[in-house]
């Protein structure tokens, strides 16, 4: 069971604009900045969104990130088959003194 | 570019041993903050072990604390990551990584280990 809470999986159409949530609490997401990974088929993770809304060169300005109290959300418009990974949510827990991941949400474009 | 080369996954039985390396380029090794991270097949990321740059700062996830010991040689530029007392569930993709808070870039392709009777 991990810490921050996302959901399993997420879909929409070419074009279209979704949003995958991650959920947690005031010793992560309530207190510390939030970090994306992305995850292609097959491969390894990949830094994909820092410090909540800041995109690593080569991510396109269609994806944006954002956080708000215990939750953080990461928002991808314009979706294109290429999209399509698995989503990795984590931050640093001041509790637990180490950072934690979200169970990771499956993007799938129709 | 900074990459990253794990190796020395393999089929170890419970309660078995192994000893993961991985080896790094295009980055200042010794400055580099470093952690591994795995996950099981199917499942998220769990982040179990960071060491400093000198090594004279190491932290274990409570899962590992124990049977698991991280390294490194910065003369070679390599991270170990020493497993010992196997579980079933110890199985998975391990990751090295240079990074520190929740922040870990680059990745490495992974090492999978799989610990099975």
């Known amino acids: 069971q991990s810490v921050l809470t996302q959901p399993p999986s997420v879909s929409g159409a070419p074009g279209q604009r979704v949003t995958i949530s991650c959920s947690g609490n005031r010793s992560n997401i309530g207190g510390n900045t939030v970090n994306w990974y992305q995850q292609l088929p097959g491969m390894a993770p990949k830094l994909f969104m820092y410090?909540?809304?800041q995109r690593p060169s080569g991510v396109p300005d269609r994806i944006s990130g954002s956080r708000s109290g215990t939750s953080a959300s990461l928002a991808i418009s314009g979706l294109q088959p290429e999209d399509e990974a698995d989503y990795h949510c984590?931050?640093?827990?001041?509790?637990?003194?180490?950072?934690?991941f979200g169970g990771g949400t499956k993007l799938t474009v129709l | 570019e900074a990459q990253l080369v794990e190796s020395g996954g393999g089929l170890v039985q419970p309660g078995g041993s192994l000893r993961l390396s991985c080896e790094a380029s295009?980055?200042?090794?010794?400055?580099?903050?470093m952690n591994w991270i795995r996950q099981a097949p199917g499942k998220g990321l769990e982040w179990i072990a960071y060491?400093?740059?000198?090594?004279?700062?190491?932290f274990y996830a409570d899962s590992v604390k124990g049977r698991f010991t991280v390294s490194r040689d910065n003369a070679e530029t390599i991270l170990y990551l020493d497993m010992n007392t196997l579980r079933v569930e110890d199985t998975g993709f391990y990751y090295c990584?240079?990074?520190?808070?929740?922040?870990?870039?680059?990745w490495g392709q992974g090492t999978l280990v799989t610990v099975s009777p």
């Open positions: 410090s909540n809304n």
């Open positions: 990584t240079p990074g520190g808070g929740s922040w870990f870039d680059p």
């Open positions: 060491i400093s740059g000198s090594s004279d700062t190491i």
């Open positions: 984590a931050a640093w827990d001041d509790s637990l003194n180490g950072p934690v």
């Open positions: 295009g980055l200042t090794f010794s400055a580099s903050n």
